[in-house]
T-cell receptor, first 114, second 118 residues
Framework: KNQVEQSPQSLIILEGKNCTLQ??????????LRWYKQDTGRGPVSLTI?????NTKSNGRYTATLDADTKQSSLHITASQLSDSASYIC?????????????FGRGTQLTVWP | EADIYQTPRYLVIGTGKKITLECSQT?????MYWYQQDPGMELHLIHY???????EKGDLSSESTVSRIRTEHFPLTLESARPSHTSQYLC?????????????????FGPGTRLTVL
């Protein structure tokens, strides 16, 4: 069964600190992995997309890594800001259909305190 | 920010009412999707469309229906709302990215409609 598991479920950090979110997946055949940021009451917004040949990608203070062998990804947030408070969702796409089906994790709820 | 819109943003209605959630995108994307998301849970695909006059059911069974008469418009309808339909509904669209191997369809999400059925 194709699954995406994220940890931790929730995380509280102080402003200015770094943090790392984890994602493990069993989706096969693998096409790509995305990290989305979802603010409360809003739709998800894409942060990074990585294919199997990419093992790291950065977007400002966000750096995602991918280990396709162990089927693990991480999202590292540097120098956190209050606006980083949101749910971060790991999404994996398969190559098994023309639709490119997406499998969603439940997200990590990040809270940044001043 | 992606040009995909959903209305209304919030809706509170009584049981048995018929409702239509609107979704429009101005990016000319051929594929569109509807997801359902409960608090703290993952998104579940309930409907999708490859293009005009194409609609398919997603992974999660839903009593809602959709239509795709125009490329930019993908409304979702509930004929008789029930409290079990209370949820957040997210619309998304995508176009296949060319020139990459493998190609992938980046999905852009609307802001969502939070539906509460009393």
């Amino acid at each position: 069964k194709n699954q995406v598991e994220q940890s931790p479920q929730s995380l509280i950090i102080l402003e200015g600190k770094n943090c790392t979110l984890q994602c493990n997946y069993t989706v096969s055949p693998f096409s790509n992995l995305r990290w989305y940021k979802q603010d409360t009451g809003r739709g998800p917004v894409s942060l990074t997309i990585m294919t199997f040949s990419e093992n790291t990608k950065s977007n400002g203070r966000y750096t995602a890594t991918l280990d396709a062998d162990t089927k693990q990804s991480s999202l590292h947030i540097t120098a956190s800001q209050l606006s980083d408070s949101a749910s971060y969702i790991c999404v994996v796409s398969d190559r098994g259909s023309t639709l490119g089906r997406l499998y969603f994790g439940r997200g990590t709820q990040l809270t940044v305190w001043p | 920010e992606a040009d995909i819109y959903q209305t209304p943003r919030y809706l509170v209605i009584g049981t048995g009412k018929k409702i239509t959630l609107e979704c429009s995108q101005t990016m000319g994307h051929d594929k569109m999707y509807w997801y359902q998301q409960d608090p703290g849970m993952e998104l579940h695909l309930i409907h999708y469309s490859y293009g005009v006059n194409s609609t398919e059911k997603g992974d999660l069974s839903s009593e809602s229906t959709v239509s795709r008469i125009r490329t930019e418009h993908f409304p979702l309808t509930l004929e008789s709302a029930r409290p079990s339909h209370t949820s957040q509904y997210l619309c998304a669209s995508s176009a296949r990215t060319s020139g990459r191997v493998p190609s992938y369809n980046e999905q852009f999400f609307g802001p969502g409609t939070r539906l509460t059925v009393l």
